[in-house]
């Protein structure tokens, strides 16, 4: 008999649980009825011990529907806080300065043409207004026949594209077929969707499959754009313009690379975030073939026959100054005056 109150019990306060509704605890009870779970105290009327047990158990259930008792729907008191945050620091800008957006600059392409996929980007990595390295590699593996152009903070589209690549090492390995295009985009927008765009990643994804060259555009949000040829990055309006006056269905390799090439000399000459160099890669179902430094789009000038300055050209003083006399502070600190 103690055991079957015992399971009784449980029964009875798991369904409380399961079929409680927010600000509505009549509602569980009324469902509790309809679907024959009696409360156990009428159970166990008998006996008055099981009885005052089994009331006893009813109370703390309904007490504990009474404390979980919140409004239901979405809370929105973070953004009224956050409102309310903006509006003391901006009022307060002189002791707590408000964080500022920090610019990132790139020219990424990708097209398809008749045997594959080429992409490309420029070599340009900033930090604010400080150029930070002048040959970066912005195209990174993901597999033998899929890879993946970079715009963002470097160390997030360095960090999500290693990252899938292990993956889909696992993945062959478990499968023994080569990787598809669409399966490493769909991991790579399930992780970018799972942040929230908190994520600077912004991904031009190409490569070759079974189903022929694939193109793809991932943004850090996590939504995707499936098309023949595309742009990403500060430098994307110009190199757009260069793939909407030159691109053809069914182009050759050397009309691809050409306007490809054209798309990110457009960026870099047009975009103070973008750079250095251009950087290509031709995917094609034969393999991989990177061009490193296809070309130095902004090399420094250098004169024919160098420069030359004849002798005197810079005044050179040969005056020594002594100083005679110490500045003595009367009043005040030395440092104000």
């Not at 956050?82 to 002189?94: I, Q, T, V």
């Not at 707590?96 to 420029?122: C, E, F, H, Q, S």
């Not at 908190?198 to 499936?226: C, E, N």
Request: charged content about 25%; proline content about 3%.
């Amino acid at each position: 008999a103690r055991v079957l109150k015992k399971v009784h019990l449980v029964y009875y306060e798991r369904n409380q649980r399961a079929l409680r509704i927010r600000g509505r605890p009549a509602l569980a009870s009324l469902a509790l009825q309809v679907r024959g779970a009696a409360p156990p105290h009428s159970l166990f009327s008998s006996h008055d011990a099981s009885t005052s047990l089994a009331q006893s158990a009813t109370e703390r259930a309904e007490e504990t529907m009474v404390h979980n008792d919140e409004p239901a729907g979405f809370s929105f008191e973070n953004t009224r806080r956050n409102e309310f945050l903006m509006k003391k620091l901006s009022s307060s800008a002189g002791e707590v300065p408000l964080p500022k957006k920090r610019k990132t600059g790139t020219t990424i392409v990708g097209v398809i043409y008749k045997d594959g996929v080429v992409l490309g980007a420029d070599t340009r990595a900033t930090e604010d207004t400080i150029v930070a390295d002048k040959n970066c590699e912005k195209i990174h593996y993901i597999a033998p026949n899929i890879y993946c152009c970079g715009a963002g903070t470097a160390a997030d589209t360095e960090s999500v594209t290693g990252l899938i690549s292990s993956q889909l090492e696992l993945h062959r390995l478990s499968t023994g077929r080569q990787s598809r295009v669409v399966t490493a985009m769909t991991m790579l927008k399930q992780m970018l969707f799972r942040y929230q765009g908190y994520i600077s990643a912004a991904l031009v994804l190409g490569g070759v499959d079974i189903s022929g060259p694939v193109l793809y555009t991932i943004w850090p949000h996590g939504s995707v754009d499936k098309l023949p040829y595309v742009t990403m990055g500060s430098g994307s309006l110009a190199a757009m313009a260069m793939f909407e006056a030159g691109y053809k269905k069914d182009m050759e390799l050397e009309e691809a690379k050409a306007l490809v090439h054209s798309a990110i000399k457009a960026g870099i000459t047009n975009d103070l975030g973008s750079g250095s160099n251009v950087d290509l890669c031709v995917i094609t179902k034969e393999g991989v073939e990177q061009f490193r430094t296809y070309e130095k789009a902004d090399a420094k000038y250098s004169k024919a026959g160098g420069f030359t300055y004849p002798r005197g050209t810079t005044a050179v003083t040969k005056e020594v100054v002594k100083l005679t006399s110490m500045v003595e502070v009367t009043e005040g600190v030395a440092m104000e005056m």
